[in-house]
């Protein structure tokens, strides 16, 4: 089975600070991979995903993440937080031949201003 | 396109008692996938729906049911309420196709119900 690991449960910066949030997945095989947030009160929504092609990709609110495929990594990065980025962020694995996402337990970012 | 909706958004029961639980997909979605998400534990996978099937069940106790209607609306049930079953219900629906085709799809969330057992 799959499975996707979070190394930081709780994470707390101060503004302009840079963030790197650690993700590394179990699966053999040809996978999608994704970032959501949920910031307090509200849904989770998608960050970035990453289906194929340029490793890095880029998503909203200038996050970015990089697939290291040899590493089955996926970390998630922005060089400058703000206080609005507090949320909990979950990393997300969904095998390309499969139908069922696999989720990190969250990691959950304080900024401070 | 309106989004993902889910009915009640809180709930309030006892143990012992059961709940239903409703889901409404993004228009076009024909899959439905079921989360608890509870502090320091995550997303916990429930189970996947599909054209009224279920495709994919995770590691929960049969008292945990759902099921699909033709129009792709969702409900799960939960049966013989336990405190542990505290917790918010996050219902996400995707574009995945049927079979075992490639897929490039995102799951959209909704809001959850949050449920709370006395």
């Known amino acids: 089975a799959q499975s996707v690991s979070q190394h930081n449960h709780h994470v707390i910066l101060s503004e302009a600070a840079s963030l790197e949030l650690g993700c590394n997945y179990s699966y053999g095989g040809t996978v999608n991979l994704f970032w959501y947030v949920q910031y307090p009160g509200q849904h989770l929504q998608l960050l970035l995903k990453y289906f194929s092609g340029d490793p890095l990709v880029k998503g909203i609110k200038g996050f970015e993440a990089e697939f290291i495929k040899s590493k089955f990594s996926f970390n998630l990065r922005k060089p400058s937080v703000q206080w609005s980025d507090t949320a909990e962020y979950f990393c997300?694995?969904?095998?390309?031949?499969?139908?069922?996402?696999?989720f990190g337990t969250g990691t959950s970012l304080t900024v401070i201003p | 396109k309106a989004g993902v909706t889910q009915t009640p958004r809180y709930l309030i029961k006892t143990r012992g008692q059961q709940v239903t639980l409703s889901c409404s997909p993004i228009?076009?979605?024909?899959?439905v996938s079921w989360y608890q998400q509870t502090p320091g534990q995550g997303l916990q996978f429930l189970f996947e729906y599909f054209s009224e099937t279920q495709r994919n069940k995770g590691n929960f106790p049969g008292r945990f049911s759902g099921r699909q209607f033709s129009n792709s609306r969702s409900e799960m049930n939960v049966s013989t309420l336990e405190l542990g079953d505290s917790a918010l219900y996050l219902c996400a629906s995707s574009l995945t196709s049927g079979g075992y085709l490639p897929s490039y799809n995102e799951q959209f969330f909704g809001p959850g119900t949050r449920l709370t057992v006395l």
């Open positions: 997300a694995v969904n095998a390309r031949t499969g139908n069922q996402f696999y």
């Open positions: 228009s076009g979605h024909r899959s």
